[in-house]
């Protein structure tokens, strides 16, 4: 078989086909292909492809010259790429090809989740792709812009990461050299400068360390009128103090005690003026289990709740959880956004509050509610059910108003202190906490800006005109750079009086913010203000091909890549991710825009647009998610699931059936690999709307419902479920999908139904083969072997699995791959488990990397099997642990219990007699202490086992040990399984 062709764009773009460099064309056909390709997956018309190819200097034949220039293009690029006429325009597909630009992209995600040596590896093969600028002289087309700078951006990102990590891998000695030149050619980039002041400091020549240190304070002066970070003053005092702490190279890992939700990091924002707040809060929160931090819009609540959390963390044995609530337009979503936060799903016979509620019962954990003001009515109960029933849980919640709670701590946050009245002293006037932030946000946007005595009363006039409040102060200081302090002082003035902003206190200030932004709002071009409210329609955020998709209802020219970076110029929008492009909208200016969408007569329009490019999106993944290119596509699809979510509640609401489903249906196969089953809920809601059946992807979206009762633990609903999609499938006896035959192959299959079980199976890989799906008939003979190992017949289950990796090399899909490579460990156990150990682990390895947490965790359970048979008993009980925790937090209530009887067979093992008697109860009181999938000598030996146990403890023990674990809910157990393996482990394993 012929190596795929390969298309680079970084450094220009050349066609490489077998080794040699394949010629595309004159300028015409490589700017023609730069654009197809920089817009990749996205139709363009042939009247804006005449447009960027000519301008407005367009031959008569200009539409008949693309056609042949495409027709030549496709005959070069063939078979390995692909250009599709669709809907009057042209699309531009990879196919088998590859695309230099996505190998990057792949093995820079992929850097992120190994181990440092592996990251080094990755990041050095990442950024030996680069052989100059993405897209070289084609790079500042309109057209291309966004992806070059994008890419161009990501490059640099790649290198910050290379050279931090190659500091730890790497000998310093060996890094100088290289930080020299990535200082020379990026001097204002203060990393390389703090990594070359430490690689110096560690070989032994700290003068020099300090002299280069000196040298970028003066050069940071003389180019932007700023000084040094906090952190490389830090760096520089301790090399001055000689301080030993700077040769320890391993940085600690991130702490898995912060689970966020919110947009912002714990203790990642500058903070001023707010240390008393915080001081308070923190010793408040220990006595008091719900504080609501209210205040007007744009004073800082969010951002102090998060400084508050990030100081007490240590307090929390389970951690802190932010759920951010801004985003969410639907307040009957409340409790999904917050156990999506915690990542947990909803479990079996249990509502979403119920199982929120469980989760939380024992926990000694903080939970940040942010943003509540919209959802109070649907919110307050919540919380009062979550702390009368759970003692640990301290809640600290923000809004505009108070939750309305008995008992509820309110602590009203002031906007910040503003220079008195009359003063006109620069000293007294730069000791206000409004004065010192306007000036900082104004020194980041207008280099060389300070408080001066020319400049302090204006200053103080600004700071008072805007009460203080944060949000105001920085929108305000975006504008220096373009209208002066003066000006902005005087313009100010006149429009805060000219809109009758006389009173104070809280309504007041909420009326300062909204004239801010109102007047910030004013000074934007009008393409710039038509943008900025249709951006608002995003939930949580967006990139820029979604903004260019959704910035396009009116029939104005814009380029949207350049007013998306005016925009963030003028703190409209902020940047929120460098490394994906990704931006966001902050509350009171999303609000803002929404609601002058709305008087203007196009939110409609832009919500359909949201929607159609959120399907659109989802189809796409579906697609990446079989692909070589999975690892970017889970994480692309993870990042945008807010907008996801608000795009099928828009779908529900206009009764657009076909859009609902195919969403979910696209969906599906991201839900099961990320253990996120909210979308089987989806499911429920989409089937349900009344031209739901006329739809395609009724059968599938039926199916999806069907997995989710399978995953809960409702076997028999899955089982009636998957039947009905098989009977709605137009008359065939198989699937498009083969997700029907999956759903009843596995829960046949636990209810210990096996023929049928494997009939099933069989009719999955038919289905497959019959939809041409390689990634499906590839999954049907994993699950083929999987089911023949499972029954005994270990020589076809390796059968099988070979049959399955050969499947998954033509389908390219890591998945595929981890599946392959777990039936043949699973096959292997009994008779090779060196060998089967290597396999599974790679399996977990490879799953983990690709995003897929269902087959990381499904491998892990075998690993830690097979490390307990090998006499590392304590070792597995540290991973059955984890892997327990993940079942249970994504609501897998099969495989939670599968993982938990493995633990009980460790527990005999290691002679902790009653505790084992206390899982065998629970496990015969829920039907999952012989279910399939279990081999026949592990149910040998786990009958072995329970006798012993009934033998060893005596009946009576034995019994009332039973009768325990029989009565324990499924986070009592849960609970009971880590406090054991606690117990076992705690201080044995060095």
């Not at 479990?347 to 979403?352: A, E, M, V």
């Not at 709002?521 to 249709?534: K, S, V």
């Not at 209802?553 to 703190?571: C, E, F, I, Q, R």
């Not at 907008?643 to 206009?654: E, I, M, P, V």
Request: overall charge negative; charged content about 20%.
């Amino acid at each position: 078989m012929s190596t795929p062709a390969e298309l680079r764009v970084l450094g220009g773009l050349e066609l490489h086909r077998c080794g040699e460099v394949v010629p595309i064309g004159g300028p015409k056909a490589q700017l023609l292909s730069s654009i197809l390709v920089a817009q990749c997956g996205a139709r363009l018309s042939v009247d804006r492809l005449v447009e960027a190819l000519w301008a407005d200097d367009a031959p008569k034949s200009a539409t008949a010259t693309i056609q042949s220039s495409v027709s030549r293009l496709r005959s070069i690029l063939a078979p390995d790429f692909s250009i599709i006429h669709d809907a009057g325009g042209y699309r531009f597909e990879t196919g088998a090809g590859e695309l230099d630009a996505r190998r990057f992209e792949r093995l820079l995600l992929r850097s992120r989740t190994v181990e440092p040596i592996a990251c080094a590896e990755a990041l050095d093969e990442a950024l030996g792709l680069w052989h100059g600028p993405a897209f070289g002289e084609f790079a500042d087309r309109p057209e291309v812009c966004g992806e070059a700078i994008r890419l161009n951006e990501l490059r640099l990102v790649a290198t910050d990461e290379w050279a931090e990590v190659k500091m730890r891998t790497d000998h310093p000695a060996t890094m100088v050299g290289e930080l020299e030149s990535l200082v020379s050619m990026h001097p204002l980039r203060e990393c390389y400068w703090r990594l070359l002041m430490l690689a110096l400091y560690r070989t032994g020549r700290q003068a020099e360390a300090l002299r280069r240190a000196s040298e970028f304070r003066k050069m940071l002066a003389h180019e932007a009128g700023l000084d040094p970070s906090p952190a490389v003053r830090e760096l520089e005092a301790q090399i001055l103090a000689d301080d030993p702490a700077l040769l320890a190279r391993d940085a600690p890992p991130p702490d898995p005690r912060v689970r966020i939700g919110a947009p912002a990091l714990l203790g990642a924002t500058s903070f001023i003026g707010r240390d008393p707040d915080v001081a308070s809060l923190m010793a408040a929160i220990e006595e008091q289990p719900l504080i609501t931090i209210t205040g007007p819009g744009g004073v800082g609540k969010t951002r102090l709740a998060l400084r508050v959390a990030g100081g007490i963390i240590d307090d929390f044995a389970d951690g802190v959880s932010v759920v951010e609530f801004g985003s969410l337009r639907d307040p009957a979503g409340t409790a999904q956004v917050i156990a999506t936060a915690l990542d947990v799903q909803q479990r079996q016979h249990r509502s979403i509050e119920a199982t929120i509620e469980e989760f939380l019962g024992p926990s000694r954990s903080l939970l940040v509610l942010d943003s509540c003001e919209h959802v109070t009515d649907v919110l307050a109960p919540l919380v009062d059910r979550f702390r009368s029933s759970c003692p640990g849980l301290r809640i600290l919640a923000t809004s505009r108003q108070p939750l309305g709670l008995p008992g509820e701590f309110i602590e009203l946050l002031a906007p910040l202190a503003v220079p008195p009245d009359g003063s006109d002293l620069t000293a007294e006037i730069g000791r206000s906490a409004a004065v010192e932030l306007f000036v900082s946000r104004a020194a980041a946007t207008t280099p060389g800006f300070s408080l001066t005595d020319a400049n302090s009363v204006a200053v103080a006039e600004v700071c008072r005109r805007l009460d203080g409040i944060p949000l105001a102060l920085e929108l305000a200081a975006a504008r220096l750079r373009t209208i002066g302090i003066d000006a902005l002082s005087s313009g100010l003035h006149q429009r805060i009086e000219m809109l009758g902003q006389t009173q104070r206190g809280a309504d007041g200030r909420q009326r300062t913010i909204y004239d801010l932004v109102k007047w910030s709002y004013d000074l934007l071009a009008p393409d710039e203000q038509i943008i900025f409210e249709q951006l608002a329609v995003f939930a949580g955020g967006f990139d820029l091909a979604a903004a260019e998709s959704v910035c396009g209802v009116t029939d104005t020219p814009m380029s949207v890549v350049g007013h998306v970076a005016s925009l963030v110029d003028k703190s409209m929008i902020v940047l929120v991710d460098p490394s994906t492009s990704r931006y966001r909208v902050l509350e009171p200016l999303r609000e803002f825009g929404l609601d002058h969408l709305r008087s203007r007569g196009l939110f409609d329009a832009a919500e359909e647009c949201h929607l159609r490019w959120f399907v659109d999106l989802a189809e796409r993944g579906a697609v990446g998610l079989d692909s070589p290119e999975e690892a970017v596509w889970s994480a692309a699809l993870d990042r945008d699931f807010a907008n996801f979510r608000a795009a099928h509640l828009t779908a529900l609401q206009r009764q657009d059936a076909r859009a609902a489903l195919r969403l979910v249906s696209s969906l599906r196969e991201f839900a099961i690999r990320s253990v996120n089953y909210e979308i089987t809920s989806w499911a429920d809601a989409s089937t349900a709307l009344d031209q739901a059946h006329e739809t395609p992807d009724f059968p599938t979206v039926l199916a999806v419902a069907a997995y989710g009762r399978f995953v809960r633990g409702d076997m028999q609903t899955a089982v009636d479920l998957a039947h009905r999609a098989l009977g709605v499938s137009g008359g065939s006896e198989l699937s498009a999908s083969a997700l029907p035959e999956r759903v009843l192959g596995n829960a046949l299959f636990y209810m210990e139904q096996t023929e049928e079980a494997m009939y099933w199976m069989d009719r999955m890989q038919l289905s497959a083969r019959q939809a041409g799906s390689p990634g499906g008939i590839a999954h049907a003979l994993y699950m083929q072997s999987v089911g023949q190992t499972s029954v005994g017949d270990e020589i076809r289950g390796a059968v099988l699995a070979g049959e399955a990796r050969a499947a998954a090399d033509a389908a390219g899909s890591p998945t595929a791959r981890a599946q392959a490579d777990y039936a043949l460990g699973l096959a292997l156990e009994s008779t090779d488990p060196v060998e089967a150990l290597k396999l599974l682990q790679r399996a977990a390895r490879v799953g983990a990397e690709a995003g897929n947490r269902w087959i990381e965790a499904f491998a892990l359970t075998e690993v830690h099997s097979l490390r307990a048979h090998q006499g590392e008993h304590l070792l597995a009980l540290v991973g059955y642990a984890e892997v327990v925790d993940t079942w249970y937090r994504g609501g897998d209530w099969a495989n939670q219990w599968l993982s938990i009887r493995r633990v009980l067979g460790i527990l005999v093992e290691l002679g902790v007699l009653e505790p084992a008697a206390v899982l065998h109860g629970a496990l015969a009181a829920v039907g999952a202490a012989g279910a399939m999938p279990i081999a026949p000598a592990e149910a040998e030996h786990l009958s072995g086992s329970v006798a012993a146990l009934r033998s060893l403890l005596g009946p009576a023990t034995f019994a009332d040990a039973v009768r325990m674990g029989a009565s324990l809910r499924d986070r009592e157990i849960v609970t009971f399984v880590k406090q054991q393996i606690t117990e076992l482990t705690d201080g044995q394993l060095g």
